[in-house]
């Protein structure tokens, strides 16, 4: 079992910028992607970036791209999202995620077996 904890939510102006964590509790013997979802209400979880944590890969989905930043610090077993610019419709619960035993993208849900609680990220105009 990977354990999975984020930090770093909170709520910010439309334009402004935060840095959300996910913290693994071990490597993950399954695979090195780990990813950050979103779900906003009564929308479905999508994904926003991927991170491979052996090489630093990364794929960011078409509205992450240009504003947001997926890293991972291996010393720390720790993967960040800087998020820039952010608009309201960033609104949503954060989740991070760490890879299963079946790989089918690195933006797929059923990519990923373990899941962290989640982080509120609250923009506000």
């Known amino acids: 079992q990977v354990q999975l904890v984020e930090s770093g939510g909170g709520v910010v102006e439309t334009g402004g910028s935060l840095k959300i964590s996910c913290t693994a509790s071990r490597d993950n013997s399954n695979g090195p992607w780990m990813a950050w979802f979103r779900q906003a209400p009564e929308n479905e979880r999508e994904g926003v970036a991927a991170?491979?944590?052996?090489?630093?890969?990364?794929v960011h989905s078409d509205s992450a791209k240009g504003r947001f930043a997926i890293s991972y610090d291996r010393t720390k077993k720790t993967m960040y999202l800087q998020m820039r610019r952010l608009q309201l419709e960033d609104t949503a619960m954060y989740y991070c995620?760490?890879?299963?035993?079946?790989?089918?993208?690195?933006?797929?849900?059923?990519?990923?077996?373990?899941w962290g609680q989640g982080t509120q990220v609250t923009v506000s105009s």
């Open positions: 991170i491979r944590s052996d090489d630093d890969s990364t």
């Open positions: 995620a760490a890879q299963g035993l079946d790989y089918n993208g690195a933006l797929a849900q059923d990519s990923y077996d373990y």
